[in-house]
């Protein structure tokens, strides 16, 4: 994964996606911790993940709203600009370790542990850049999926969404290899 400034020797006729880059996984990151959770932070890894899995796959989002019994979700015929894997706990993207220290770095998270579980809190700075973000147009379309995904799916635990993306992605999750790229 590459940084925005690092970008100036990638070859020009070598095509990037924002996968690639490690902004754009801080922003979508930023993002989620001040629309997606209350008091601009979320505890746990486990439901860190799950949420941005809702936020990365619009579809199975819609699916999982409607079978939970939640009423409209958003659903978009967008492509998957950056695919999580299968691993251990359910959906995951290993880029989590380096995009949550960039943040860290950049003091706009703090990372501390409350007994096993790491809770991540957006700082001053970072609720100050969430909102930028949140209020660029370019932004709108994500900021209101992670709306939805908090309105329907916020309140619960990271265990309980996992085991909600279990029992309702068998197919598309569960029985992935570890480090299968999940398909939408």
């Known amino acids: 994964m590459n940084s925005a400034r690092s970008l100036g020797s990638y070859p020009a006729a070598r095509p990037l996606t924002a996968d ?41 989002f819609a699916r999982a709203a409607s079978y939970s019994g939640s ?33 860290e770095g950049r003091e706009l998270v703090t990372v501390s542990k409350d007994r096993k579980a790491f809770v991540f809190t957006l700082t ?3 609720i100050s850049v969430a909102r930028q973000l949140a209020s660029n147009e370019a932004f709108q379309n994500l900021s209101a999926q992670i709306q939805a995904v ?12 996992k085991k909600l993306v279990y029992r309702i992605f068998d197919a598309e999750v569960a029985q992935l290899a570890l480090g299968e790229a999940i398909q939408q």
């Open 20 to 60: 690639q880059v490690t902004e754009f996984h801080a922003a979508r990151l930023l993002l989620l911790l001040h629309l997606g959770s209350t008091s601009n932070r979320i505890d746990g890894l486990t439901k860190l993940a799950k949420l941005d899995f809702f936020v990365r796959y619009p579809e199975f």
């Open 71 to 103: 009423g409209v979700a958003l659903a978009s015929s967008a492509r998957v600009e950056a695919p999580m894997i299968r691993h251990h706990y359910g959906p995951w993207d290993p880029r989590y370790y380096q995009v949550l220290a960039y943040l």
């Open 124 to 126: 001053d700075n970072g």
């Open 150 to 161: 908090k309105r329907i799916f916020g309140k619960k635990s990271g265990d309980t969404l």
